[in-house]
């Protein structure tokens, strides 16, 4: 189990070796993390709770309470069979449009063969169980939930190779240069904007060079989406907030984005607005996950808005530049 537990992680403190040593890994410099058991496996906490701000420890909060997190409702038995029909399912083209824009941004990225992944924020790891097993590529799921943690590991389809572990966005504990794809989707709207630009800092550090970050981000951008028609319409009362901790002022704009890629030294190879009106208004009011056809169809008719950065969310691929 040791060599297994410690792969691919340094400490999140100054990058150096880890040694798992009686239900902890330390590093030389003697910082400290515990390990725990779970599901057959282990996860270490790399989670520094003097390091919270306000932001971190309500994202902790919310995804620890099994009431509030609309992830841990599911039922496990549910989970395995989205993980199953995923791939499949997305055959057939009815997956949520978010999936589907995700898994065709992930296929386009031309990784190389058994590429090593990192998710940050990956939840239940349903998404880095599918870019491992498209890919070939196996990684480390981080999240600052240990019980999110926990469901990503009751979660493991069979013979899956991803670890998942507690950690911090803004201190990843993975090595310089180590990984080929950072994936992140509705992750970094949690952060606040200083602790976005130290998770962009971070992932600019770990990524190989060549390698891709790929996230989805709700977006600052958001005029004339549904989500701002309903805030002007009841006066802020709605339109912003689904209980998950989402504040205006967290999100990104995809102008930010561009400019902190560029000072962290990642060239943005992609950056495409998604959920606008019709879009997103056929999610919440029609189907949650409407046909392919009916999808483009609507998604044309949100041409207007996309066209100029305008939704209520982005997605984007940043690329390392190759020195
Ligand atoms: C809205 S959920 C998205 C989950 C999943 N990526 C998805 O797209 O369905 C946000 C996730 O990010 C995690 N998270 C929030 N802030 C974090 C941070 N600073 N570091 C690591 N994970 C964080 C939360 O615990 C939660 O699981
Ligand atoms: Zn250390």
Not at 254 to 261: G, H, K, L, S
């Amino acid at each position: 189990m040791t060599a297994e537990t410690t792969e691919g992680l340094v400490c999140p403190r100054d990058h150096g070796a880890l040694q798992a040593v009686e239900g902890e890994l330390s590093c030389a410099a003697g910082h400290r993390f515990p390990l725990r058991r779970w599901a057959g496996g282990a996860f270490a906490d790399f989670s520094d709770e003097t390091t919270f701000d306000s932001n971190a420890a309500l994202q902790r909060a919310t995804y620890d309470d099994g009431q509030a997190n609309r992830y841990s409702g599911q039922g496990q038995d549910d989970k395995a069979r989205f993980m199953r029909d995923f791939v499949s399912r997305r055959v057939r083209g009815r997956v949520k449009a978010k999936e589907q824009l995700l898994l065709s941004a992930f296929r386009d990225l031309r990784l190389p063969p058994a590429p090593r992944l990192l998710e940050i924020g990956c939840n239940d790891g349903r998404y880095l169980f599918v870019a491992s097993a498209l890919s070939g590529g196996s990684g480390i799921g981080l999240d600052i939930s240990a019980a999110a943690v926990q469901q990503a590991l009751e979660a493991r389809p069979r013979g899956d190779r991803n670890a998942f572990h507690v950690g911090q966005a803004d201190r990843l504990p993975v090595g310089d240069g180590s990984v080929d794809c950072v994936l992140s989707f509705d992750v970094f709207e949690h952060l606040g904007q200083g602790g976005f630009e130290q998770a962009m800092r971070e992932v600019a550090r770990v990524l190989a060079p060549g390698g891709a970050l790929l996230v989805y981000v709700v977006s600052q951008n958001d005029r004339f989406t549904l989500h701002e028609t309903l805030r002007q319409i009841s006066g802020g009362r709605v339109g912003v907030d689904d209980g998950e901790g989402h504040r205006w002022e967290n999100f990104i704009h995809p102008d930010r984005f561009r400019a902190v890629a560029a000072e962290v030294g990642l060239s943005v190879a992609r950056l495409r607005a998604y959920h606008g009106f019709w879009t997103l208004f056929a999610e919440y009011y029609l189907y949650n996950a409407p046909p392919a056809f009916a999808y483009r169809l609507l998604d044309l008719l949100d041409y207007p808005l996309w066209r100029f950065d305008h939704g209520n969310g982005f997605l984007a691929v940043a690329r390392k530049e190759s020195p």
